[in-house]
């Protein structure tokens, strides 16, 4: 049974790579016997994590590619980079996302005023960026008759941010969670039963992974306020993620399409 869940022989495209989850999602891959290609912006940083992952797995398991999510030639080019290094991706894990663009952090806004270029630069990775790597990916599957597609969305895609967890944060007006945040990623759920039911007939799945809010460097506040509100009493630990990705990008899940699997210990069920 534990075969249904291998991926050997299989390439996977993780985009968003040098993020928090890009290598958490890049590990798993890797352990369950994935090659993986990483894609993230030419001016992201590389980090400890990733360097941490090609120096355990070497360069014929886990390459990185530099495109935006945004520029289709960046991601046609990413892929033929993939199909002559590796091989014809079967697995697309659409990471790449904005919750605030970056540089915009410094000034707050009311919901009445917050500019529509923050709004439209959500939109445009979160959502565009994504559809696009689908599109770009999932050629390639729909030609090779096999392909698993992950579009990672969030607890938010169907819940409103509950604004109390900021109401420490000492600034005027109070923070504000992006609203164009969530609904990106509603959207990214719904485009995902679309992209599922066009492409069902050529053996390509497409399933939403919405995580609820992960640990990582967030102040003991927000930590203590978010944990309580959620059923299993915690945030979400990496670990609690790779299961879950792994169902989806696997054979596992080989009668899932259209799907948001939750992974939000239970956050939008109260
Ligand atoms: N961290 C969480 O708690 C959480 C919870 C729910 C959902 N999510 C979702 O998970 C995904 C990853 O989140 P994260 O916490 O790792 O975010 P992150 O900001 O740490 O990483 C995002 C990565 O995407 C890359 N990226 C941004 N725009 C891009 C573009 N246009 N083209 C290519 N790459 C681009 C960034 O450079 C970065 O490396 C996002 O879609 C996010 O919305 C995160």
């Not at 945040?181 to 050529?202: F, M």
């Not at 460097?217 to 009493?233: A, H, N, T, W």
């Amino acid at each position: 049974m534990r075969d249904l869940f291998r991926l050997d022989d299989r390439v996977a495209v993780v985009t968003g790579a040098l993020g928090l989850l890009g290598p958490v999602w890049a590990e798993g891959l890797l352990a369950a016997g994935a090659a993986v290609v990483g894609i993230d912006r030419p001016e992201a940083k590389m980090t400890d994590r990733f360097r941490r992952l090609l120096d355990r797995y070497g360069e014929k398991r886990l390459g990185l590619v530099r495109a935006d999510v945004c520029d289709r030639r960046a991601l046609v080019r990413a892929r033929e980079f993939c199909i002559s290094e590796f091989g014809t991706p079967a697995i697309l894990v659409n990471n790449a996302g904005i919750d605030q663009p970056p540089g915009k952090l410094k000034k707050s806004y009311r919901m009445e005023d917050v500019p529509v270029e923050i709004s439209r630069a959500i939109f445009e990775v979160n959502v565009l960026g994504l559809f696009q790597s689908a599109q770009v990916f999932g050629a390639a599957m729909l030609k090779a008759k096999r392909g698993s597609i992950i579009n990672i969305g969030s607890l938010y895609a169907s819940v409103s941010p509950d604004l109390r967890f900021y109401d420490h944060i000492p600034v005027d007006p109070p923070f504000l969670k992006p609203p164009a945040y969530g609904a990106s990623k509603a959207a990214v759920v719904n485009l995902t039963r679309y992209l599922a039911t066009a492409w069902a007939p050529r053996n390509v799945r497409v399933n939403a992974l919405s995580p609820g809010g992960v640990k990582g460097g967030q102040d003991e506040k927000f930590i203590r306020k978010f944990s309580s509100r959620v059923p299993l009493g915690r945030m979400a630990a990496d670990r609690d993620l790779i299961g879950p990705l792994l169902f989806l990008a696997s054979d596992a899940s080989s009668y899932v399409t259209g799907a948001n699997l939750k992974v939000d210990g239970g956050y939008t069920v109260w």
